[in-house]
């Protein structure tokens, strides 16, 4: 594990880390709380802070509060304070405060590796929680709920002058896939496609059936490549299916994010491209704003209310 130390003695930090070291953890050292905070905030990966609860910039429990409350709630951190005190009320305070473990200054060797592996099994716990919480089962993809989180932190960023790019993928005849081959078959196309897009390495959720979203911090151009990369992954698949294997094929609706859009908007475009690509003969990347809209784009079911197309 990765362990954030905050100890303002320079001896005591070599001794806490010594202890954990030979266990085969990687200990950060800081005398300094703020600067601790900030490290946290950068290094997602931490998953045990050891703190004292007697600093000179604030107080351990202070830093305790500013990291629960400053770090995203779901974060897999487990918290120990440190204090050569051994008055109750202060430990009272740690773990009120969002303290998982109180230990005394110095700590004992079996005591502290004991405390360091309850901490591993709760936080290894924690991530597979926070996983289910985020990915839909059957693809791996993030599902409709976490897409629309990461895609309002990104929203943000495009804010501040980032390119942002929104896709949405529609397996073409999906339906009689299924209904040729059945629900088995239909599942396994779902995740062959759904392992290609995750290894695009950009956000993608399922938001329903066999519709896909992708959120690319590019411009169109770029987009465009990522897309079309996609969708020949996808038409080079062989799926296996009674009597042979079968292929699929992919349609791909394409919106650049423009400085008054919405997720919603945004999404809209895409979609309404989508249908374009579909009703031009599927298999195909449009994007927006690359064609004259009809009245058939005039409907939108909105991200709150997104369906796959069944029959598409």
Same mark, same amino acid.
């Given at each position: 594990?990765?362990?954030?130390?905050?100890?303002?003695?320079?001896?005591? /930090?070599? $001794?806490?880390?010594? !202890?954990?070291?030979?266990?085969?953890?990687?200990?950060?050292?800081?005398?300094?709380?703020?600067?601790?905070?900030?490290?946290? *905030?950068?290094?997602?990966?931490?998953?045990?802070?050891?703190?004292?609860?007697? !600093?000179?910039?604030?107080?351990?429990?202070?830093?305790?509060?500013?990291?629960?409350?400053?770090?995203?709630? /779901?974060?897999?951190?487990?918290?120990?304070?440190?204090?050569?005190?051994?008055?109750?009320?202060?430990?009272?305070?740690?773990?009120?405060?969002?303290?998982?473990?109180?230990?005394?200054?110095?700590?004992?060797?079996?005591?502290? *590796?004991?405390?360091?592996?309850?901490?591993?099994?709760?936080?290894?716990?924690?991530? =597979?929680?926070? @996983?289910?919480? +985020?990915?839909?089962?059957?693809?791996?993809?993030?599902?409709?709920?976490?897409?629309? =989180?990461?895609? /309002?932190?990104?929203?943000?960023?495009?804010?501040?002058?980032?390119? !942002?790019?929104?896709?949405?993928?529609?397996?073409? &005849?999906?339906?009689?896939?299924?209904?040729?081959?059945? *629900?088995? @078959?239909?599942?396994?196309?779902?995740?062959?496609?759904?392992?290609?897009?995750?290894?695009?390495? @950009?956000?993608?959720?399922?938001?329903?059936?066999?519709? #896909?979203?992708?959120?690319?911090?590019?411009?169109?151009?770029?987009? %465009?490549?990522?897309?079309?990369? #996609?969708?020949?992954?996808?038409?080079?698949?062989? %799926?296996?299916?009674?009597?042979?294997?079968?292929?699929?094929? $992919?349609?791909?609706?394409?919106?650049?994010? &423009?400085?008054?859009?919405?997720?919603?908007? !945004?999404?809209? +475009?895409?979609?309404?491209?989508?249908? =374009?690509? &579909?009703?031009?003969?599927?298999?195909?990347?449009?994007?927006?704003?690359?064609?004259?809209?009809?009245?058939?784009?005039?409907?939108?079911?909105?991200?709150?209310?997104?369906?796959?197309?069944?029959?598409?």
């Amino acid at each position: 594990m990765r362990i954030a130390l905050v100890e303002p003695s320079r001896t005591n /930090q070599r $001794i806490v880390a010594g !202890l954990i070291e030979p266990w085969g953890h990687e200990v950060y050292s800081f005398a300094d709380a703020p600067e601790a905070l900030a490290f946290l *905030h950068v290094e997602p990966d931490v998953r045990v802070l050891i703190s004292s609860i007697e !600093l000179d910039s604030m107080s351990g429990i202070q830093l305790v509060r500013n990291v629960r409350a400053s770090l995203e709630p /779901q974060r897999p951190l487990y918290i120990i304070v440190m204090s050569s005190s051994h008055e109750r009320s202060k430990m009272i305070e740690a773990l009120d405060g969002g303290a998982d473990d109180y230990i005394s200054k110095p700590p004992m060797t079996e005591e502290l *590796h004991a405390r360091l592996r309850a901490a591993d099994r709760i936080t290894s716990m924690q991530a =597979e929680l926070v @996983v289910l919480a +985020k990915t839909d089962p059957l693809t791996g993809l993030l599902n409709r709920r976490a897409f629309v =989180e990461a895609a /309002q932190r990104l929203l943000e960023r495009a804010a501040t002058g980032h390119p !942002l790019s929104a896709l949405i993928c529609d397996l073409d &005849k999906f339906k009689s896939i299924n209904d040729t081959y059945g *629900h088995e @078959v239909g599942d396994l196309v779902l995740r062959k496609v759904s392992a290609e897009a995750r290894a695009l390495g @950009v956000p993608a959720g399922r938001l329903g059936g066999e519709e #896909f979203a992708f959120l690319v911090e590019a411009a169109s151009d770029g987009a %465009i490549e990522l897309a079309e990369r #996609f969708r020949a992954a996808v038409a080079e698949l062989a %799926i296996p299916a009674a009597g042979g294997e079968i292929k699929v094929t $992919i349609s791909i609706g394409l919106a650049e994010w &423009k400085p008054a859009d919405t997720l919603d908007s !945004l999404l809209r +475009k895409a979609d309404i491209a989508l249908y =374009e690509a &579909k009703r031009s003969g599927r298999n195909r990347t449009i994007a927006a704003d690359t064609f004259p809209l009809a009245k058939e784009h005039e409907q939108w079911r909105g991200i709150a209310r997104m369906t796959a197309r069944s029959a598409s």
